[in-house]
């Protein structure tokens, strides 16, 4: 019979290389010591790699440019975390600009807002994710486009954002049908709601 941990990084192995995941992904594979225990058995052997506490990656290796282990992004540490705590999350701050593409500023401590508990992950080096509480009325949007928007353009302020940035929204706007959007009209302020409905225009 195999042990628990040959269990887990056989499954773990199946699903590709790069997966972040958690050991309550494999809760079902024995009482929660003995799986934690079987990740850090598996962390020990090179196996794994721990990216930040109760988080782990099934590393890409990169044997052509001879890079070595290839991280997982902030990215997919937050959505990893995310599923652990089955919590909605959504980037805001400088990071939700630089994913939409409104600011090439990529900040070392990456912040969501999530209707989860707040927390702050530290990662390698000094990076790390901030995880802070808001009302779970705020991420009741349906379409993850829409509430990126409406977070991205409240950092900006209604006031404050440029031509070039509006010109940017709108073709971004456009690339999404305006009936996902529109039904996370009742969450979106009047000004995001008046760009959105003049870029379709």
Sequence with gaps: ?????????????????????????????????????????????????????????????????????????VEEIAAAIARRDRAKIVPTGAYALNRLGLSTQLPMNVVYLTDGSPRKVKLDGNRGIQFKHTAKKNMAFQNNFAMLLTFALREIGENNISESQLAHVRKLIRK???????????LIPAWIRKIILTSYE
Excluded at 8 to 18: P, Q, V
Excluded at 176 to 184: C, L, M, Q
Aim: hydrophobic content about 40%; charged content about 25%.
């Design 176 to 186: 999404v049908p305006f009936e996902t959007i529109k039904k996370d009209f009742v």
């Design 1 to 73: 019979m195999q042990s628990i941990e040959n269990r887990i990084i056989t499954s773990i192995s199946k699903r590709g290389r790069g997966k972040v995941i958690s050991p309550l992904d494999y809760a079902g594979y024995g009482d929660s010591k003995a799986v934690q225990k079987a990740f850090e058995r598996l962390t020990v052997a090179g196996k794994l790699i721990r990216v930040a506490r109760g988080v782990y990656c099934y590393p890409k290796i990169d044997k052509v440019l001879g890079l070595g282990v290839l991280y997982p992004t």
